[in-house]
């Protein structure tokens, strides 16, 4: 079992950044994929962006690509999403995701169906 807690959320006017993390419990967080996807007010959840056990492969939505960062320290079991260049569409809970099974880019096509864990979000608003 995996436990997945976010933080970093918050509000920041367009143009700014934030720094989300995810921690997680357990040994074996480091073997599995992760990502992080998004869910706007009275949208659909969508992907954000996804990465391999090893950190070498990444995965980005068009939307955030050039603008988000995903990163990952295994020796700290933790997930990261490093966002800049903010936009008022950007508004939406972050969540983090993690699967020992679906690799990155399996991940990054579900729109998070079928993945094990999760937590349970952080908030992040864009104001303009």
């Known amino acids: 079992q995996v436990q997945l807690v976010e933080s970093g959320g918050g509000l920041v006017q367009a143009g700014g950044s934030l720094r989300l993390s995810c921690a997680a419990s357990?040994?074996?967080?480091?073997?599995?994929?992760a990502g992080w996807f998004r869910q706007a007010p009275g949208k659909e959840r969508e992907f954000v962006a996804t990465?391999?056990?090893?950190?070498?492969?990444?995965y980005y939505a068009d939307s955030v690509k050039g603008r988000f960062t995903i990163s990952r320290d295994n020796a700290k079991n933790t997930l990261y999403l490093q966002m800049n260049s903010l936009k008022p569409e950007d508004t939406a809970v972050y969540y983090c995701?993690?699967?020992?099974?679906?690799?990155?880019?399996?991940?990054?096509?579900?729109?998070?169906?079928?993945?094990?864990?999760w937590g349970k979000g952080t908030l992040v608003t864009v104001s303009a």
């Open positions: 990465i391999s056990a090893s950190g070498a492969i990444t």
């Open positions: 357990g040994r074996t967080f480091s073997t599995y994929s």
């Open positions: 995701a993690a699967d020992p099974f679906k690799t990155t880019q399996t991940m990054s096509v579900s729109r998070g169906y079928g993945i094990n864990y």
